[in-house]
């Protein structure tokens, strides 16, 4: 079993920036390199959606287009850890952040929800305008 655990979020005002950190660890845990990573957020009253990926090793990402040249994922195999460096914030950007493994690795990264698991308990972002 893995177990993520999110943090770096606040409130912080319309322009400024963030990085949130996803720390993975467990006891059955073997590699966290053998995971492609995946970054959600939920707002009050919304889905679940996706924010960005980074596969095993290659490193290669995905963004959703409404994050897309304001937020980058990237990550650190020797920390198990999988950052979220969030710039240009915008009070649309409130939300609760989740980190996720994929379940299958064999795959390219996606944005599908129901590829990922071993969420995270989130961590809050707030954004004043």
């Known amino acids: 079993q893995v177990q993520l655990v999110e943090s770096g979020g606040g409130l912080v005002q319309a322009g400024g920036s963030l990085r949130l950190s996803c720390a993975a660890s467990g006891r059955t845990f073997s590699s966290f390199s053998s995971y492609n990573m995946g970054w959600f957020r939920q707002a009050p009253g919304k889905e679940r959606e996706f924010v960005a990926a980074i596969s095993q090793i290659s490193g290669r990402t995905l963004h959703a287009d409404s994050v897309k040249g304001r937020f980058t994922v990237s990550r650190d195999n020797a920390k198990n850890t999988v950052y979220l460096q969030m710039n240009s914030l915008k009070p649309e950007d409130t939300a609760r952040y989740y980190c996720?493994?994929?379940?299958?690795?064999?795959?390219?990264?996606?944005?599908?929800?129901?590829?990922?698991?071993?969420w995270g308990q989130g961590t809050q972002v707030t954004v004043s305008s």
């Open positions: 996720a493994t994929d379940r299958n690795t064999l795959l390219p990264i996606t944005n599908r929800y129901d590829r990922y698991a071993n």
